[in-house]
């Protein structure tokens, strides 16, 4: 799993409480991403960013937010409009941000979020 | 669109057999195909990667894949499994849009029977 690190592992959350889930890298990679795993869909793209203070919307960006206001550091945000938010969150970056690198993304261990 | 199909949702294993997963993809343009490995809750790691050059690309722990672009193909392959391959595989294929994100297809259980 590299330099990244997620926080924390097992995360329980009642419903209408938004909660935040940790990413930090000490990789120096600009570009990172936020996926959600449910079984048999594979990975799903919530949220990416490629420089600080930017991000763009995935695939399933509704119910949640980020922010990126260090290179390090891509926190999400799950908040009490997302309908279903039981799944298993994996966090990953990236060197370089162009659209001419073909680097591949390295991936936190995860955070395993339940709704009670 | 881009997207990547493993048809084979389990896939089991002889140790000391050969083992293929397999990988499909949809593109306009030049692919960019990537294969990682999921253990049991836990991060995906990254295996190997096809950019361009030698249809036979190598890659980590003994892994190697095979790209065909006639059949638009892109299958992991292992000489000779091992119990501790049993694993998520998951095919991915680059965004061509420029964003640079990763499409990924549902995965592929692999069980390498002892």
């Known amino acids: 799993d590299g330099g990244i690190t997620q926080s924390p592992k097992y995360l329980f959350r009642k419903e209408g409480q938004n909660v935040t889930l940790s990413c930090e890298q000490n990789?120096?990679?600009?570009?990172m991403y936020w996926y959600r795993q449910d079984p048999g869909q594979g990975l799903r793209l919530i949220y990416y960013?490629?420089?600080?203070?930017?991000?763009q919307k995935g695939d399933i960006a509704e119910g949640y937010s980020v922010s990126r206001e260090k290179k390090e550091s891509f926190p999400l945000t799950v908040t009490s409009a997302q309908k279903n938010p039981t799944a298993f969150y994996l966090c990953?970056?990236?060197?370089?941000?162009?659209?001419?690198?073909?680097?591949?993304?390295?991936f936190g261990p995860g955070t395993r979020l339940t709704v009670l | 669109a881009q997207s990547v199909a493993q048809p084979e949702d389990q896939v089991n294993v002889a140790e000391g057999n050969p083992l293929t997963v397999k990988c499909t993809y949809s593109?306009?343009?030049?692919?960019?195909l990537f294969w990682y490995v999921q253990y049991p809750n836990r991060g995906l790691q990254f295996l190997l990667k096809?950019?361009?050059?030698?249809?036979l690309v190598k890659g980590s722990y003994g892994f190697e894949a095979e790209f065909n672009k006639s059949q638009t193909s892109f299958h992991l392959k292992k000489p000779s499994a091992l119990v501790s391959d049993s694993a998520l595989y998951f095919c991915?294929?680059?965004?061509?849009?420029?964003?640079?994100?990763?499409?990924f297809g549902t995965g592929t259980r692999l069980t390498v029977i002892p």
């Open positions: 990789l120096n990679h600009d570009a």
């Open positions: 096809y950019i361009t050059g030698d249809n």
């Open positions: 593109v306009s343009g030049n692919p960019y």
């Open positions: 990953a970056s990236k060197w370089g941000a162009s659209g001419t690198d073909y680097n591949e993304q390295f």
């Open positions: 960013s490629q420089i600080v203070n930017d991000f």
């Open positions: 991915a294929v680059r965004d061509i849009s420029g964003a640079n994100n990763l499409f």
